[in-house]
């Protein structure tokens, strides 16, 4: 039996759900992580940790350690 377009979309859409699902929730800690992170990242550069080192400990990118930097002594 053939299915039809709308019957393989809502297979592939159950197949999406729950993978979705799962990947929204880990956005969610990696956000509320990032919130804690940032500004033990931000005191390491400014006290000169090398951003390859801070990469190595935190999986936090160089230029993302630089602009949280750059965001805390503008505001």
Request: glycine share 4%; proline share 7%.
């Amino acid at each position: 039996m053939t299915q039809t377009p709308a019957q393989l979309r809502a297979k592939a859409e159950a197949a999406l759900e729950p993978l979705g699902a799962k990947r929204i929730k880990l956005l969610a800690q990696l956000e509320a992580l990032d919130a804690e992170i940032r500004p033990v990242v931000v005191e390491a550069v400014r006290m000169e940790v090398p951003y390859r080192r801070i990469r190595e400990l935190t999986g936090v990118s160089p230029n993302t350690s630089a602009a949280w930097r750059k965001a805390s002594d503008a505001g």
